[in-house]
């Protein structure tokens, strides 16, 4: 008989692989740049709250509304969450397979802290993240509810869960709170009570939704989110039915669009009718869009106003400038085909102070902090700002270690 | 250089793949067309363990005489791996991606000597991130 071969097998990745064993290159990838001991903040991963959705019906507050859920979900076997929107039948993101984590993750979790805890601290610990910002993934389709109060029973439900069930799992977890922006009295009411919250570090606002944002029935809203001192996050979507995507016939064209439009138009939005001056501490947040759309809209945005200033009378300074300064910008999916284009990019949006890396994980275009840290024209005091240090700053976060072995 | 035996000649069956660890650097041995073909283990778009993600016939499109769409369909030979981190497709043969010929996947030289696989690793190689 042969001797064993002298080597170690690596099995096939699928969706029963641990996160760990999943994301382990950029675990080795920290370790052997060191970087495992700096404070990393992702402000950008999800959750799949649909999986929990039957806990979190029980946080409705309206007693009958609970109860219909309740019912559903009792007695309807394999129906969609009940009340959610959004096209559980389109979700091909995992590309026929191809993208394992995409489509599920079924890995073994032993009995006791909840599977998203326990889930969200494996990505941490794999990712060497110190700090995670969850996000929910079903509900970012919620501002196109047909119905308003649909979205502020589920959105306040979710927050409630959120703070019991994520935020008191582990300290390193954090959050901001959905707004039931379709109504913005209640949105209000959602800062009022969640502001104090010390895991709670902002307000959300899930872009796909047809408001304008410079509605002056959000002023009040506003003004609380700016007194809070917390920053308020435009979280990108897409939706099939935007009559403006829906030539598209593939989610590949859908998701480079759709999750850069609407936040195209809300910045457009936000800056044009003068929000920073009219709320000039109120920090605002731009998620998920990746950056090449940060330098067009500049660009776009100046050349228009220096043509047409009396249509933008609020603003002092150009358009860009607000963007540069006034507005925070996760990184993620970040565009990487042109070096020399990312370098200039990185210069305009001044992200050695604005840009926020976010991983996005689980989903199918995650980043690692990698394709921060690899980048040629970084300092390391630029990486370590845009890995956690701004993050630390926005957040008001102090610095800790990544969980998992010497860990928190 | 060296080597290590990695898999006797039978143990891989045309069309199947193994993962694994030599000499502290993470490769994946295929067997195509009877012979053996060795890939780095990272994926030269984000570092993922590319080997370990599943294989894929070639998907293509053609557009028909008239011009009009002949549809999708499945290449006859050309098969892929797939990075499971975020999807992208590499030629088991060649290892360059389908759709740039800017990412490649790192060789790894491969001999048989007595029915077994051997991998030859150099010298020089970095032991990174387990790739």
Redesign the interface.
């Known amino acids: 008989m042969d001797a064993p071969l002298p080597i170690e097998a690596l099995a096939e990745i699928g969706v029963e692989t641990d996160t760990r064993l999943y994301l382990d290159h950029a675990r080795r990838h920290a370790r052997r740049h060191g970087y495992d001991r700096w404070t990393l903040v992702d402000i950008d991963a999800h959750h799949v709250e649909s999986i929990s959705w039957k806990e979190i019906v029980d946080f409705i507050e309206d007693p009958v509304l609970r109860d219909q859920a309740k019912a559903y979900h009792a007695e309807r076997v394999g129906a969609p969450p009940y009340g959610l929107v959004g096209d559980f039948g389109l979700r091909y993101q995992d590309c026929g397979g191809r993208i394992p984590h995409q489509a599920d993750r079924r890995e073994r979790v032993e009995p006791g802290p909840h599977r998203d805890v326990v889930l969200t601290r494996r990505a941490m610990e794999a990712l060497a993240v110190a700090y995670m910002v969850v996000f929910p993934t079903s509900m970012l389709f919620l501002g196109m509810h047909p119905q308003p109060q649909m979205e502020v029973a589920l959105g306040r439900a979710y927050n409630r869960w959120v703070e019991a069930t994520l935020l008191a799992g582990d300290a390193g977890i954090l959050a901001l709170a959905y707004l039931p922006f379709n109504t913005p009295e209640e949105a209000l009411r959602v800062v009022e009570e969640s502001a104090a919250h010390p895991r709670v570090v902002g307000f959300t606002v899930t872009s796909t939704r047809y408001k304008p944002v410079h509605d002056r029935a959000y002023w009040r809203l506003y003004r609380a989110i700016e007194e809070s001192g917390k920053p308020i996050c435009f979280h990108a979507g897409y939706h099939w039915q935007d009559p403006s995507l829906a030539t598209i016939p593939t989610f590949l064209g859908m998701h480079a669009l759709g999750f850069v439009w609407c936040n195209m138009v809300h910045m457009t939005n936000w800056i044009l009718e003068g929000i920073p001056e009219r709320f000039p501490r109120l920090r605002s947040l731009w998620v998920e869009s990746g950056l090449a759309w940060i330098p067009f809209l500049m660009q776009r945005l100046d050349d228009q106003f220096l043509m047409r200033p009396s249509e933008a009378p609020m603003l002092k300074r150009l358009p860009s400038e607000y963007m540069a300064e006034r507005c925070w910008y996760s990184s993620q999916p970040m565009e990487r085909g042109n070096p020399k284009a990312l370098a200039l990019t990185f210069e305009m949006i001044r992200a050695e102070s604005q840009l926020l890396w976010s991983s996005d994980w689980p989903h199918f275009d995650f980043d690692t902090p990698g394709v921060i840290y690899d980048l040629p024209f970084l300092s390391e005091a630029a990486k370590r700002a845009i890995l956690g240090g701004n993050a630390q700053r926005l957040f008001g976060l102090p610095d800790r270690r990544p969980p998992g072995p010497g860990g928190a | 250089m060296a080597e290590?035996?990695?898999?006797?000649e039978g143990d891989l069956a045309e069309g199947e793949k193994?993962?694994?660890?030599?000499g502290g650097v993470?490769i994946g041995l295929f067997r195509l067309d009877g012979r053996f073909i060795a890939w780095r283990?990272?994926c030269p778009h984000?570092?993922?363990?590319v080997?370990?993600?599943?294989i894929?016939r070639r998907v293509i499109a053609e557009a028909g005489e008239t011009g009009r769409p002949a549809g999708r369909r499945y290449h006859e030979r050309d098969v892929n791996i797939?990075c499971?981190?975020?999807?992208a497709?590499f030629d088991i043969r060649t290892g360059v991606h389908v759709g740039s010929g800017l990412l490649r996947l790192a060789p790894v030289a491969t001999l048989l000597r007595d029915g077994a696989v051997h991998v030859a690793i150099a010298d020089e190689v970095e032991h990174?991130?387990?790739?």
């Open positions: 290590y035996r990695v898999a006797r193994r993962v694994f660890v030599a993470e283990n990272a984000q570092g993922g363990p080997c370990q993600g599943r894929f797939v499971p981190w975020h999807g497709e990174g991130d387990g790739a």
